[in-house]
């Protein structure tokens, strides 16, 4: 089968022929329909996220279809133990020996994937292919960000690409206010950001027109951190969505003080991809996507990296 394969980190990724993989017991081959380009990819192809399998077929946003014609989805956990103090207490996302989809285990920047099937969502109907890939990573790990920011009204979203298109509309189904922050001068960003029913778009380090009850943070820059917690007010949530960030640069206790809280999310789990996936028709969410054939995946991520396309990519063998 064709695949674009890592071999080293900080490579570029290549256009292979290799050996279609086998299904063991409890797992399922998938022809490959779509495939999301998530940041996670870059983070794993730039060696930012340490020891990934080598060589290694990327991509974790997977619309696959096995051979009776079940359409499926391969998001990025791939594996759990079930017996960790973590998986024992609905907390599989933090598992000792989780596995990853593009980063433990070869994934969908291919023509075909294998997948095991406890980890696999039944895609919802009235989404083709490529717009359900985002659903997978961008809507998933959206989804979750957002239910650790409880009942918060006034919602500040850090960095409008894929996983922030589809929250905001989330978020206005729920009737919350969303304020949109984007890179200083990206019109383009806040404008759409605006189109999809954002109550205010503007950059970074503007302060939001009244102070927000929880903010999410997607770009991967740790010098929002503390200008997010300066923009929620006190008792309010910061929350990392990302799997990579740079450094958090120091910031005076005051600014957390007041019963703020800063937080991480990490990974999901199947009930985050089980809720998610019921709410999406009901929103109903619609994504934006462009689509790269399989060889250009390489023009895909640099894409994503330059912020050169609003929502998401995706890969279409």
Known sequence: MKAMVLRAPGAALALDTIDAPEPLDGQLLLRV??????????????G???HPKLPLVPGHQIVGETDDGRRLGVPWLGWTCGECRFCTSGRENLCDRARFIGY????????WVVADERFCFPIPDGFPDDQAAPLLCAGLIGYRCLR???????????GFGAAAHILVQVARAQDREVYAFTRDGD???QAFARELGATWAGPSRAPPPQPLDAAIIFAPDGGLVPLALRAVAPGGSV???????????SFPYTE????????????LTRRDGEEFLRLAPEVPVETRVRTYPLELVNEALADLRAGRFSGAAVVVP
């Open 104 to 111: 433990d285990l070869d994934g969908g920047y291919a023509e």
């Open 239 to 249: 929350v990392c969505g990302g799997i990579h960030m740079s450094d958090i640069p």
């Open 33 to 46: 329909r779509a495939c999301g380009v998530c940041r996670t990819d870059l983070h794993v192809i730039d």
């Open 187 to 189: 019109d383009v960003a």
């Open 48 to 50: 930012e996220l340490e």
């Open 148 to 158: 650790m920011c409880g009942d918060a009204r006034r919602l500040g979203l850090y």
């Open 256 to 267: 957390l003080w007041e019963e703020r809280v800063l937080r991480s999310v990490a990974n």
